[in-house]
């Protein structure tokens, strides 16, 4: 398989502050993607970024794939955006499997 | 459209019992995957498969099976449940690989 680390595991904020979630991964990856499960436990796909940057509303996200690493900006955080964060990766060579990482579960206080 | 959808939503199975989950998506997905979360875990793939007739395995195949009969359906089988099939399945849709996956609600299932 591939190894997928997520930091940081927990995140506290308080309403309006901006964070960055990292996701490294240990192999070269031809598919990334980040979901958000929300605390009633739905996921949601937010961004398919094998490489490159992506934005959509207050959510960004910047695959570096040459150093193996993937990070999600949340800017002006909603309590909203509480859950927890997941990225999957796709190894090279290992199509249609995915390997999702711990998650970073986010805390937004009012 | 109704996305994927997935029954049922609770089930309490005893040692040894068999049951399917059951997945459904009306967006025309060639590609579809069953994954179990375990509590505070990500996500582990089981199953997947790129088009009615043709599956294979993930991550954690062992004690499952799956079949893709048509474009919509892929049932997750469970024969001989054990304690440690404990879990919330997922089920999700692609059109590719290369595509964004879209989710069901999962199934939350308790073996007893």
């Known amino acids: 398989g591939i190894q997928v680390e997520q930091s940081p595991p927990d995140l506290i904020l308080q309403e309006g502050a901006n964070s960055t979630l990292r996701c490294n991964f240990s192999d070269s990856v031809n598919n990334l993607q980040w979901f958000h499960q929300n605390p009633w436990g739905q996921l949601i796909n937010l961004f398919y970024?094998?490489?490159g940057t992506k934005q959509n509303g207050r959510l960004s996200a910047t695959t570096v794939a040459t150093e193996r690493y993937s990070l999600l900006y949340i800017s002006s955080s909603q309590t909203t955006d509480s859950g927890v964060y997941f990225c999957a990766v796709e190894r090279v060579g290992n199509f249609n499997k995915f390997y999702f990482g711990s998650g970073t579960k986010l805390n937004v206080k009012p | 459209n109704a996305g994927v959808t997935q029954t049922p939503k609770f089930r309490i199975l005893k040692i040894g019992q068999s049951m399917t989950l059951q997945c459904a998506q009306d967006m025309n997905h060639n590609y579809m995957y069953w994954y179990r979360q375990d509590p505070g875990m990500g996500l582990k793939l089981i199953y997947y498969s790129v088009g009615a007739g043709i599956t294979d395995k993930g991550e954690v195949p062992n004690g499952y099976n799956v079949s893709r009969s048509t474009t919509e359906d892929f049932p997750l089988r469970l024969e001989l449940a054990a304690p440690s099939q404990t879990s919330v399945y997922f089920c999700?849709?692609?059109?590719?690989?290369?595509?964004?996956?879209?989710f069901g609600p999962g199934t939350r299932l308790t073996v007893t």
């Open positions: 999700a849709s692609s059109y590719s690989e290369s595509y964004e996956q879209y």
């Open positions: 970024i094998p490489s």
